[in-house]
């Protein structure tokens, strides 16, 4: 049951102000009412905050439109907005929507339709984030495009770099978004598409979802949303984008390129300089008083949106192996993507490996996996080392792959090849061993701790 959105009337409000609400309800809003600029100062304060509270940037110096922040931050926020309280029953309802998507109701118009910023780039608070970034750029943008060949629809987040007063350049990895631009550029034309700044935060984390070439993420986001998603076509468009969206631009992506980068990426170092395919904005629609979204790169934020369905899929691939799966963890000191902490039951010996190697297939980009046992928190990194300072024997419990698919993200993987060495570390204890000899001995005592 889906209480938390409903309005009196018992209307479903899905909007980011609506979730806003909610957690300023729950005390994890904070409002931030002096001015401050966009470029270094604002994401600043969001590095400070990374852990959260949700941020709420009123004042931003020469522009209208306030900057949200961290409404995707952290485990907490999406649990809540699912009601769930135990991590398992959160990757469970990832998974199901994964695998029941549905379709969002079409409605007429958008509650975008109303205000027109014209092609006007600069009336946005685009956020200039680090030192050596070549320019402001759109970290939250979910860009809709439609393959012309099936006519199916495709959402992905791209960094967006601002180029002038209406263009953008747009990062592409070779992946869905990447496919369907090709089949346009071949001809020499270009790929209509809508992007999305300012949804629900499970409408973005969809964007990510572990789905199939062809499939419409938005079905994904639907589900998780209890069936409350609309959608409807853009203005000028035939590609639909959420109703609630606050800012909504139509755009081309030209078949061009234009220099991209320096931007500094997940890891936290800069990514190099490429050529990318120009974007030419043609109209930007938004609410009235809309929300921008802000997303700090490297940020808590980011790595759960980008990182947060890997980590489900690692889960899923582990129960394959393992029964009994405490919890996965992408933690945020790899980047939310290139490591994990996975906690299970272990039932035989050479469990530790299978999970290993359950993990790797899970998340193909991983590069460094820990395996812990049940009374290890994967999310407490301090209980996870003290694992493999106890229960961990090189010879043994080492699995190294040389030569294996790693992310480009990596500054220390072959950038050429793309090859990268895997290392797993199985700090389960071994079985053969009494279990006494492996566990934390405690001082009994009836004090309760709490009135010391
Ligand atoms: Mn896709």
């Not at 946005?124 to 680090?130: D, K, M, S």
């Not at 020499?188 to 700044?197: D, M, R, S």
């Amino acid at each position: 049951m889906k209480i938390i959105f409903t309005l009196d009337g018992g209307l479903e409000v899905i909007d980011l102000r609506s979730v806003l609400d909610k957690f300023r309800a729950l005390n994890m809003v904070k409002e931030i009412n002096i001015e401050l600029s966009p470029k270094f100062e604002i994401p600043a304060v969001m590095q400070k905050y990374d852990n959260g509270p949700v941020l709420i940037f009123n004042r931003v110096k020469n522009h209208k439109i306030p900057v949200i922040s961290g409404v995707a931050g952290s485990r907490k926020v999406f649990m809540k907005q699912l009601n769930c309280v135990h991590l398992t029953d959160f990757y469970n309802k990832l998974l199901s929507a994964v695998s029941n998507p549905s379709r969002p109701e079409i409605v007429s118009d958008g509650e975008f339709y109303d205000h027109t910023l014209s092609s006007d780039l600069y009336k946005l608070p685009i956020l200039t984030f680090f030192e050596k970034d070549r320019a402001p750029y759109i970290t939250s943008g979910i860009v809709y495009a439609k393959d012309p060949d099936s006519g199916i629809q495709n959402a992905s987040i791209h960094r967006l770099m601002l180029v002038d007063k209406n263009h953008l350049a747009i990062r592409i990895v070779p992946r869905h978004l990447y496919s369907i631009y090709q089949k346009y550029r071949v001809k020499n034309q270009p790929l209509p598409v809508a992007i999305a700044i300012g949804v629900n935060p499970l409408v973005a984390l969809s964007a990510s979802a572990p789905v199939p070439f062809n499939f419409d993420e938005m079905y994904v986001a639907n589900t998780l949303l209890d069936k409350q998603l609309t959608v409807c076509k853009t203005p000028n468009t035939d590609i639909q984008v959420p109703s609630h969206s606050e800012i909504i631009i139509e755009a081309l992506i030209l078949p061009e390129d234009v220099e991209e980068g320096p931007f500094l990426d997940i890891t936290g170092t800069y990514d190099e300089v490429r050529r990318q395919p120009l974007v030419e904005v043609n109209q930007i629609y938004c609410k009235r008083n809309p929300f921008y979204h802000g997303l700090l790169p490297a940020g808590a934020e980011h790595k759960l949106l980008m990182g947060l369905f890997r980590e489900v899929k690692i889960y899923e691939h582990v129960k394959n192996v393992v029964p009994n799966v405490r919890g996965v963890n992408l933690t945020l000191g790899g980047t939310g993507w290139l490591h994990a902490v996975v906690s299970v039951s272990k039932q035989t010996e050479g469990d530790g490996k299978n999970v290993i190697f359950a993990a790797f297939s899970g998340h193909p980009s991983l590069k460094h996996v820990v395996v812990v046992d049940e009374d290890i928190d994967p999310y407490n990194m301090e209980e996870v080392e003290w694992a493999i300072a106890t229960r961990f024997q090189g010879d043994k419990g080492l699995v190294v792959v040389s030569n294996a698919r790693g992310s480009s993200l990596d500054p220390s993987g072959d950038q050429q090849t793309g090859l990268t060495t895997k290392i797993g570390v199985d700090a389960t204890r071994p079985l053969n061993k009494p279990k006494e000899v492996f566990m934390k001995g405690i001082i009994p005592h009836n004090l309760n701790l709490d009135e010391i």
